[in-house]
Nanobody
Framework: QVQLRESGGGLVQAGGSLRLSCAAS????????IGWFRQASGKEREFVAT????????AYADSVKGRFTISRDNAENTVYLQMDSLEPEDTAVYYC???????????????????WGQGTQVTVSS
């Protein structure tokens, strides 16, 4: 059973950048679509970005399009979320999620994912 662990969160000023990592253990991410989601305090979890297996297709929430980039290193069993031009509204706990999916599939609904990490806090100060 694949286990996911996020890292790279922290405190950053508005306009700054962070790169989140989602590392898998206990199994390979081969064949898995990966999604990033976030949940701000008092709000529902929302979709951020997703990437297909082996990485040809990506999709983003409108709120992060042009600022965030999702990528994957299949040899390292890791997925990244590069976050640039961060805004205070990006403050949230960020989660990565995985689901076995055919090549080229990406999924934007959190209910479609079966494996989740524990989350990493991102705080953007104004």
């Amino acid at each position: 059973q694949v286990q996911l662990r996020e890292s790279g969160g922290g405190l950053v000023q508005a306009g700054g950048s962070l790169r989140l990592s989602c590392a898998a253990s206990g199994g390979t991410l081969s064949g898995y679509a990966i999604g990033w989601f976030r949940q701000a305090s008092g709000k529902e979890r929302e979709f951020v970005a997703t990437i297909s297996w082996p990485g040809a297709y990506t999709a983003y929430a409108d709120s992060v399009k042009g600022r965030f980039t999702i990528s994957r290193d299949n040899a390292e069993n890791t997925v990244y979320l590069q976050m640039d031009s961060l805004e205070p509204e990006d403050t949230a706990v960020y989660y990565c999620a995985a689901i076995q999916a055919g090549p080229g599939r990406w999924l934007a609904q959190d209910s479609q994912y079966g494996y989740w990490g524990q989350g990493t806090q991102v705080t953007v100060s104004s």
